[in-house]
T-cell receptor, first 113, second 110 residues
Framework: KAGVTQTPRYLIKTRGQQVTLSCSPI?????VSWYQQTPGQGLQFLFE???????NKGNFPGRFSGRQFSNSRSEMNVSTLELGDSALYLC????????????FGPGTRLLVL | AQRVTQPEKLLSVFKGAPVELKCNYS??????LFWYVQYSRQRLQLLLR??SRESIKGFTADLNKGETSFHLKKPFAQEEDSAMYYC????????????FGQGTELSVKP
């Protein structure tokens, strides 16, 4: 099976702009989780979508949002970008049962200038 | 709140030496614990999880609920083991959420 894919791989934006990142899960996986990775904070959970519904949410401001489509593909959106949003954004997919192994994509590296 | 602690940011050993990467967690329920590894320029991938009780690439980890620990061990380190290692916790009621430790960089010297 093909692994988790993320597009784009790299992005440069300026403060105040918005950005949309995309994640395609492994075929048959219904859960997609998003994480932010930074040198200072490490890997932090943003949110999880399962069957087009947000099932879990981390402690991020409302500027961070996401959605999932009927084919399980997911997007996350960050509005009004801040310098501190510069990070590697990872998505992970799983079958969807609780506490199941998550499989990670390569990430999208976002740089906010 | 649930938390995962990896006390060592960097662990440096010589090839053939034993390795132990420490992981402690705080959670009052029944956790599922994972070790993920990230080799240079590769994506984060699962190394092992406690429920499977497998040995992967010579690594093992035992869940000690009394000490709330899930340390990763290998008796003889290899140079190809050099990577970032992350311990992660999943709780039953938030199964799609992984709580990660800060990671330990393992460097195996020849």
């Amino acid at each position: 099976k093909a692994g988790v894919t993320q597009t784009p791989r790299y992005l440069i934006k300026t403060r105040g702009q918005q950005v949309t990142l995309s994640c395609s899960p492994i075929s048959g996986h219904r859960s997609v989780s998003w994480y932010q990775q930074t040198p200072g904070q490490g890997l932090q959970f943003l949110f999880e979508y399962f069957s087009e519904t947000q099932r879990n949410k981390g402690n991020f401001p409302g500027r961070f949002s996401g959605r999932q489509f009927s084919n399980s593909r997911s997007e996350m959106n960050v509005s009004t970008l801040e310098l501190g949003d510069s990070a590697l954004y990872l998505c992970a997919s799983s079958v969807g049962t609780l506490q199941e192994t998550q499989y990670f994509g390569p990430g999208t590296r976002l740089l906010v200038l | 709140a649930q938390r995962v602690t990896q006390p060592e940011k960097l662990l440096s050993v010589f090839k053939g030496a034993p390795v132990e990467l420490k992981c402690n967690y705080s959670y009052s329920g029944s956790p599922e614990l994972f070790w993920y590894v990230q080799y240079s320029r590769q994506r984060l991938q699962l190394l092992l999880r406690h429920i499977s009780r497998e040995s992967i690439k010579g690594f093992t980890a035992d869940l000690n609920k009394g000490e709330t620990s899930f340390h990763l061990k290998k008796p003889f380190a290899q140079e190809e083991d050099s990577a970032m290692y992350y311990c992660a916790l999943s709780t039953y009621n938030q199964g799609g959420k992984l709580i990660f430790g800060q990671g330990t960089e393992l460097s195996v010297k020849p």
